[in-house]
């Protein structure tokens, strides 16, 4: 699988080339390719975050560059940045192949496969129609009654996972723009070495061997530094994934609220048909006032409410049964991808920590080195 980025009309527009045939000599070609802006790839994933809420979707790439050290471009056009979104967005695609769930979607399929009218079969699948409102989303945090710990603790995870990536990520871009100002210092003293090589003839061959050392040091940073910005690139995923986690968070809490609401409103029409049946009322009601207004109701018409009620209680009993079946059954779902996705987070992180601290361990064996080798050779 390979994804290209390139710039058209001053936009990011992908060029995503899929499938290989083998020709009679036994080897493969790519065959077809498909272009694919950064917006496709956005409806993609909210039709998942939509169709798979129990499943923590892979997030995109940030669509600006962000907590970057000042000496590089946060320009989205910039072609360092460009290449970088390349990679995230190849690396969303193989996150999705690899999930055992998302790689058997349809949509996913066609998204690979379908040229010209892939739009419109994500949207005749009417995914927008079923996103929450933020408004729905919002009463749902504030008004459950009842949330579950282990999500209320996810959430807490969530939370303190991006804070401390955040913080992570701003460290090492104060750290990058320091250790770019030293590095570029002795560019300057490389300079001035090579200037006075020029007046001093005894010294001039050591002065003018220690300025082009001095150069060469202040050049290697931006290798350095650029090597350093593919595992802050790591990190920045696991900080898109927390929000990727509370997205899970939030559908609970909206499962839990309309449970709730539903719980609440059978209970209200059982009171009122007890309280038809024996005629009393418990609790003031509009209903209650009318009826001391303007008399007691016939027996017909009592009879007639009852039946209503007791309709609609059984619906409320289904309902009721079906909400907590479906809540149960995404707890269960969520809880075991939460679970693959932690995995993975572990590895993954282990895996870059233990890559970054390797490279800067050779960073320091190379200057050592050559510092060394230098030295011997004016001797």
């Not at 090492?172 to 210092?185: E, F, Q, S």
């Not at 593919?230 to 927390?242: G, R, V």
């Not at 968070?249 to 539903?262: G, I, P, T, V």
């Not at 049946?277 to 017909?300: C, H, I, W, Y």
Request: glycine share 4%; net charge negative.
């Amino acid at each position: 699988m390979y994804v290209f980025l390139f710039l058209k009309n001053n936009f990011s527009v992908v060029l995503f080339l899929f499938r290989s045939v083998e020709h009679t000599d036994g080897q493969s070609v790519l065959t077809d390719s498909l272009w694919r802006r950064y917006s496709e790839f956005e409806l993609l994933r909210n039709y998942l975050l939509v169709y798979y809420p129990h499943i923590v979707v892979p997030p995109l790439p940030e669509k600006r560059a962000e907590f970057v050290w000042h000496k590089l471009s946060a320009d989205n056009m910039d072609p360092d940045f460009v290449e970088r979104r390349r990679i995230g967005l190849e690396n969303f695609l193989l996150r999705i192949a690899s999930h055992p769930i998302l790689c058997r979607d349809k949509i996913f399929y066609l998204f690979l496969t379908q040229e010209g009218n892939w739009k419109e079969t994500v949207n005749e699948t009417g995914f927008q129609l079923k996103a929450d409102s933020r408004l729905k989303a919002l009463n749902a945090t504030f008004r459950v009654k009842n949330p579950d710990k282990r999500f209320t603790d996810l959430k807490h995870y969530s939370d303190e996972l991006q804070s401390v990536i955040s913080h992570l990520l701003r460290v090492r871009a104060r750290v990058a723009d320091r250790l770019y100002g030293v590095y570029k210092v002795h560019g300057n003293y490389g300079r001035v070495f090579s200037e006075w090589s020029a007046i001093e003839k005894e010294m001039g061959d050591g002065l003018q061997s220690a300025g082009h050392h001095m150069d060469v040091y202040a050049s290697s940073i931006d290798d350095i530094l650029e090597d350093e910005e593919h595992y802050a690139d790591q990190l920045k995923e696991y900080l898109f994934y927390a929000e990727a986690l509370r997205a899970v968070c939030r559908k609970h809490e909206l499962m839990q609220y309309d449970l709730e609401m539903a719980a609440q409103d059978l209970a209200s029409k059982k009171q009122q048909c007890e309280e038809l049946a024996t005629g009393t009322v418990r609790t003031f009601s509009l209903k209650g006032m009318t009826t001391k207004l303007f008399g007691q109701e016939t027996p017909e018409q009592r009879e007639a409410r009852i039946k209503v009620l007791e309709e609609q209680i059984n619906e409320g009993e289904q309902q009721l049964k079906s909400k907590n079946l479906e809540g149960r059954e995404f707890v269960k779902n969520a809880w075991a991808d939460i679970e693959r996705f932690k995995e993975q987070k572990n590895r993954d992180l282990k895996e870059a920590l233990i890559s970054y601290a390797v490279m800067q361990i050779s960073i320091r064996l190379h200057l050592v080195w050559t510092n060394s080798y230098l030295c011997l050779s004016e001797l």
